[in-house]
């Protein structure tokens, strides 16, 4: 059974950094793309960076220069480097990843990790 597991959420004041870690475990045969989404309270979940299994990234353009996503293939985890963090950055972080088993090719979501910057 895959499972993604996030962690390194919390509260930080404005003008801070978190770093939000993505583990993956379970019998996979190799993940692709992986990102990071977020929704806040009466909004839709939304992109926040993705990166290829080659290392490209694509950030939305409310973070870009503020935040850098990583991943790590040997351990099957991605990261979220957050830094100068905004109230509007309060909201609970999904990692998201196409990950192949012996059987199927899929995307799987973690539970997700509530981020709130607030003084």
């Known amino acids: 059974q895959v499972q993604l597991v996030e962690s390194g959420g919390g509260l930080v004041q404005p003008g801070g950094s978190l770093r939000l870690s993505c583990a993956a475990s379970?019998?996979?045969?190799?993940?692709?793309?992986m990102g990071w989404y977020r929704q806040a309270p009466g909004k839709q979940r939304e992109l926040v960076a993705t990166i290829t299994s080659g290392g490209g990234t694509n950030y939305d353009d409310s973070v870009k220069g503020r935040f850098t996503i990583s991943r790590d293939n040997v351990r099957k985890a991605a990261y979220l480097q957050m830094n100068s963090l905004k109230p509007e950055d309060t909201a609970v972080y999904y990692c998201n990843a196409l990950i192949t088993t012996r059987t199927i090719e899929r995307s799987y979501w973690g539970q997700g990790t509530q981020v709130t910057v607030s003084s």
């Open positions: 379970g019998s996979i045969f190799s993940i692709g793309f």
